[in-house]
């Protein structure tokens, strides 16, 4: 069936680049987003990719998009310690677990 | 603008108790979820309305029933609940189809957290 899958936990020291990953399986998505939980807080969009990129950059933030592997990343440059929080991939109609970022000083 | 707001904040139920959770957003979005969240599991959708008037089910519906009384309004109910449904419980809206169709951003509530013993 279709599926979103991403790793639970990442952990980096601040001011390093992070990189969050997410595999998918519903080709038919016209876009991707990646979504930022904090503690007790609902989940806001970050950002999104339109299916036809293989790259979007917003400030700190790239997306690449292999749509041939169905693999999307989520790149943070310069990572701040108000970075930490859970991010989420969704595609079409599917959200992945999310990704726990801790982020050290 | 508030956005989307959910209440109760907390709630504690026993086992066959009933209870409705409520949401409303005042965006004018057509299309409003309900997801569940469990750790590890991420975000599940339990029931959507593409827009007012129709409901329809999603990932994880049983246990569960939903009503969209106007467009602002979309409500949970759980008839008897059970300590599976132990979550904390997501509503969010969305203009269009909110679906990978067209950019649909999905506007999230702060969250409902339930505790069934």
């Known amino acids: 069936g279709e599926d979103v899958e991403q790793s639970l936990f990442l952990s980096v020291r601040e001011g390093d680049s992070s990189v969050i990953n997410c595999t998918y399986t519903?080709?038919?998505?016209?876009?991707l987003y990646w979504y930022k939980q904090e503690p007790g807080a609902g989940l806001q969009l970050l950002t999104y990719?339109?299916?036809?990129?293989d790259m979007k950059q917003d400030q700190r933030l790239t997306v690449l998009l292999n749509k041939k592997d169905k693999h999307l990343s989520l790149r943070i440059a310069d990572t701040q310690t108000g970075d930490s929080a859970i991010y989420f991939c969704?595609?079409?109609?599917?959200f992945g677990a999310g990704t726990r970022l801790t982020v050290k000083p | 603008n508030a956005g989307v707001t959910q209440t109760p904040k907390f709630q504690v139920l026993k086992t066959g108790q009933s209870m409705t959770l409520q949401c409303a957003q005042d965006m004018n979005h057509n299309s409003m979820y309900w997801y569940r969240q469990d750790p590890g599991m991420g975000l599940r959708l339990i029931y959507y309305s593409a827009s007012e008037g129709t409901t329809d089910k999603g990932e994880v519906p049983n246990g569960y029933n939903v009503s969209r009384l106007n467009k602002r309004e979309f409500s949970l109910r759980l008839e008897s609940a059970a300590p599976s449904q132990t979550s904390v419980y997501f509503c969010a809206s969305s203009d269009g189809g909110g679906w990978g169709v067209r950019l649909g951003t999905q506007y999230f509530g702060p969250g409902t957290r339930l505790l069934v013993l």
């Open positions: 519903d080709s038919s998505s016209t876009y």
């Open positions: 990719i339109f299916s036809n990129m």
């Open positions: 969704a595609e079409s109609r599917r």
